[in-house]
């Protein structure tokens, strides 16, 4: 991510390889790691989701392969055009480009098949290759970034120049961290939280760099963390709704999703729930709702899932299981609004 | 909204009317404007909505009223004790606080209507008083803004420090504007375009400050949208999906809201709306989908809207209604990822 030149570079290989077999006389053809969920493994070494060993064949003379063959040549080709002017590009964007290169996608779902295909092929996200979500979460922190986006080149920017965060796009997801004096990174599940923390400043007093999830976090911005945990070696602690959606936001970070199970450098194994989960609603006597059926229905889905069979994890379904009871982190400020900064934060970081 | 000092004051005021009432020996009573749809009409003078004038009583002597008029003092104390302190807070951080204070709220929806009550008899939006959206749209451009936030007071920020833009949040909310090179405000309906055009220096090339509205913009972002077209004298253009839903999110920038007509100071008479509309679809030759049954529906009941009683937005309604299709912003991608700002932009901002 921080180095672009290796993704055109990976997509320039490809390019050679497919000219190649043409030139040689041959029909191209490609093998990429298949993505169907029987190829999807949760690694008990890496504790993530990969992918296994499975491989799926596109071959050029084959006439049912053709069509998607060409299809995944184009994103290829407009992936190092975007990458090559520097340019950033949308999913919905990347439907509508195709009709200017007379490439027809049946639908969107079809091209944001076909990128997932060549994210597979080269290893390398979508971020990398150019593309980005439309909405972006935020970060707030004594970090200092450097932009590599045109027009930015080598501009450092501290990440409290706004007192309302910076939104998490493709520049600063593009620029490398330089140095930090936070020891921590604290992710926020609610806009809320995350305003209130930065008012508090909890990123002050705890050293702690906020990250906003809002709700289960792009792939964006958990890349942005993986990176910020790899290079400048801090803890991640995730600070959720005490519900099992929020527990499974935490999971996420923590372990990888099944459909982004060909992307590396996503999961955070050694990152840490902290809560809010069935004890601290009790613990804390948490203003809280019980639980309906999908809510109910959802922790069963979970108890099932490869990866929540630890015993830790097991149990944090089950306590909310017999509670039946949620809780979302702003009903803290039933004991006052600077009680999750005094009271609550202290005992689950420190 | 610059000036947090006016909303204590009139908090202040409030508080010693009523006090005053129990000194006298009298049950406080106060006059509220109705909020009701009978009293919401849309004047044609200013073109806008507004409140008519009659008015609601909530007198403490009458037990009916007792409870809200009850809730309605707490949220004004709770109001002026976070603005004292350099605080904020949301909607839903408000309804689980009111139980630190022994005040109950029937649910969420119940502290949100007393808070829009609250707005409308101290005639200041909840943004001055201390309360924020969780999410938060973003803006990108050549204005120089200085905050008054805690720990950053008198700091100056330019809007183009960060080039992935900057979240319209309390900060920024409360941040004054002290110069631009602008000319113009461009608010644009989806991120993709926002980011399309950071990246492609439209900004630069137009003189715009681009808004991200992010689908019908909160009313955060319309206030600081109103602020730097009255304070920098600037016009406004609303750039949207060109479907019944865009245009709207147009006209309630220009004419306001039902449910906001007790705030002053949102709506934006002068601001235009450039397209997509109907006529654009059809000159450009724009990928389109055939508008469904909920897009005809709303293009009934927006004809007989009394914002859209004018000639050119009837003719605007009926122009879409005799098309029958929709087309996005990013549908200009097909004719290469340029086009927007090289063709289309200039014919409709020149």
Redesign the interface.
């Known amino acids: 991510m921080s180095d672009m030149s290796d993704p055109i570079k990976s997509l320039t290989e490809l390019g050679k390889k497919i000219l190649s077999s043409i030139e040689d006389g041959h029909f191209p053809r490609i093998e990429i790691p298949a993505r169907s969920t029987e190829n999807i493994v949760f690694d008990e070494q890496t504790e993530q989701f990969i992918l296994g060993d499975s491989r799926t064949t596109r071959d050029s003379s084959n006439s049912k392969h053709i069509r998607s063959f060409m299809q995944l040549m184009w994103i290829a080709s407009f992936s190092k055009r975007l990458l090559e002017s ?5 999913l ?2 990347l439907y ?2 195709s ?2 290169f007379g490439v027809r996608f049946k639908d969107q779902a079809e091209s944001d098949r076909l990128l997932s295909d060549l994210e597979a092929l080269i290893e390398y996200p979508r971020e990398s290759l150019g593309f ?5 979460s ?1 970060i707030y922190g004594k970090v200092i970034m450097r ?1 590599t ?4 080149e080598d501009k450092e ?1 501290d990440l409290t ?12 997801l593009s620029a490398s961290p330089v140095r930090t004096d936070a020891k921590l990174i604290l992710a926020v599940e ?3 939280m995350f ?2 923390l930065i ?3 909890c990123w002050e007093r705890f050293d702690c760099i906020l990250v906003h999830l ?1 709700g289960q976090a792009p792939r964006s911005t958990r890349r942005l963390m993986r990176r910020l945990h790899d290079e400048l070696h801090l803890p991640v602690k995730i600070f959720t709704d005490g519900d099992p959606w929020g527990m499974h936001i935490a999971r996420v970070i923590i372990a990888g999703s099944a459909n982004a199970a060909h992307i590396r450098d996503l999961a955070i194994p050694t990152a840490e729930w902290i809560g809010v989960n069935a004890d601290d609603i009790v613990r804390y006597n948490l ?1 809280c709702e019980d639980m309906n059926n999908r809510d109910l229905k959802r922790l069963d889905e979970l108890s099932k899932d490869s990866r929540y069979l630890s015993d830790d994890w097991q149990s944090a379904i089950e306590s909310f299981r017999r509670l039946r009871k949620k809780a ?1 982190q ?8 600077d009680f999750v900064v005094d009271e609550y934060l202290p005992t689950k970081i420190q």
Do not use: C, M, N, W
């Open positions: 520097g340019r950033t590009s949308s919905r964007d509508y480009s009709e200017a980005f979500p439309e909405e972006h935020s932009y986006v045109k027009g930015y920017v120049i706004s007192p309302d965060g910076l939104p998490i796009g493709p520049a600063l609610s806009g809320g305003s209130r008012e508090t400043r809002g203003p979302e702003q009903a803290f400020s039933r004991f006052g609004i």
